[in-house]
């Protein structure tokens, strides 16, 4: 018997926050804004996705059909053609996903400026510690 819980993504009973880390995981978000741009066959994705090594991309588009956020169509040919599509709530999904992607793209330079700030904070840390 499973016990019902109040939504609360910080209660890690609660089925929200297994929902969350199915689409929080860089991949998965990376996959749905390929299939959203039209980008719906696996060898295509893997040329779109820098970085993505097959066996990654067949586990990620596994988890998002097991979860209901991808479709996946098989045509009987040969070779096997396969292409993927977005459920509606995978469409749902990528507004968040879309604004976390212009979030991203906005402000990668002022990351990147606060990690370099840091890692020299960080150097000169060490260099004191040693010294002392």
Known sequence: MQTKYPPNVLNEMCPSRQTLEIIADK?????????????????????????????????????????????????????????????PIGKELLEPISMLGAWAEKNAGAVQ????????????????FAEA
């Open 27 to 87: 991949w998965a978000t990376l996959v749905l804004v390929s299939i959203a741009r039209g980008i719906n066959r696996h060898n295509r994705m893997l040329r779109e996705i820098g970085g993505i090594s097959k066996k990654m991309l067949a586990q990620t588009l596994r988890k998002l059909e097991q979860n209901g956020i991808v479709n996946r169509k098989v045509y009987p040919v040969v070779p096997p053609m396969v292409e993927y599509t977005l459920t």
């Open 113 to 128: 400026e606060a990690r370099q700030r840091f890692d020299e904070r960080a150097d000169s840390f060490e260099l004191t």
